[in-house]
Structure formats: C-alpha cells, structure tokens
C-alpha cells in the first residue's frame, strides 16, 4: 500500500493530510467550507484515493487561504505517497460529462509541475448555506495542487452552463485521471516510466 501523512501549519491554516493513493475511495473531509469538502469528496471517490483531511483556517477573512492550502497539502501528500513514482502509468486524460456539461483533464505525473486552466464561469461566487464561494479560488485550488504534487496539468470545460456543474466535472475528470496515471503498469512494474530513469 501506498501511503503518505502529512502536516502543514502556517499562520494562516493548520492541515493535516492522510492518503492512502491504494485505497476504495473513502474519505474524511473537513475544511469548514461546504463546497469545497463537496469537490474533495468527489476526488476521493472517484480516484479511489482514500484521503482524510482536516483543515482549519482563517475563515474569518475568506475561504481563499484553506483553499489553496489544501491544494497544497494533497499535492505534497500525493508527491510523498508515489515516493520515486516506480512503475507508475503516468499519463492519464479523462472526459467527464455532467447533464449539459463536458470538461477534460489531461496530465503527466512528470515532476515538472504547470498547470492549464481554460475554466470560465458565468458568475462571480456559488452560493450556499454556509456562504459565497468565489468560483476564481477553484483555479488558485488546482494551481496549488498541480506545483506541489509534481503535476503537468490541463484542465479544460469544453462547454456547459451550470457553475456547479462546471466544476465538479472538472474535479471528477481530474479524479478519473490520477486513478489511470498512479495506477502500476504492470509490464514495467519495476521501472521508472521516463529515458532519464527518474522522474
């Protein structure tokens, strides 16, 4: 089993992150942010990653800090998990449709982290009972996952009207997609998937 626990503590937030990238799907997800433990779920779910996380932050202010930290922290736990990413599939790309929706997410666990965002919405904030998430934090949440997990990252909605909709394919496309890219090759199970011999 592939495994990783991290802690991450700064003035701003406190996270603690544990993965298991060899798991079912079961998650843990408290970040004090409704939507966002919502799409967190999602990923958990549809990668099969078992991810437990706790975070507290500076919700006072706005929801931007948590975000981006637990970006943060799952990318630097996931980085921790793949270890030298021996034997890994690597690239993966998935289509994910939702009612009007269709958005594409294609990546390579390269090392070389960069991220894509062609993700446009048609309102400023998603509106819940616990309040207004502004729909601009959902590519600080990806950029942040992308730099620290290592991960070349092309995140593409190729149409759809609802916001909501919008986004959580976006997160079950990324989703789909590590499950493929972490997934052991099993004609090269003992190689690094790169001619540099590491990645």
Known sequence: MRKAFIERTTKETSIKVDMNIDGTGQSNISTGIGFLDHMLEQLSKHSQIDINLEAKGDLHIDYHHTTEDSGIALGECLKKALDDKKGIVRYAHAYIPMDETLSRVALDLSNRPYLIWNVNFTIPKITSSQGDFDTELFREWF????????????????????????????????ARSLRIAISINEKGSDDIPSTKGQL
């Open 143 to 174: 950029q942040a996952f992308s730099q620290a997990s290592g991960t070349t990252l092309h995140v593409e909605n190729l149409y759809g009207e609802n916001n909501h909709h919008i986004i959580e394919s976006c997160f079950k496309a990324l």
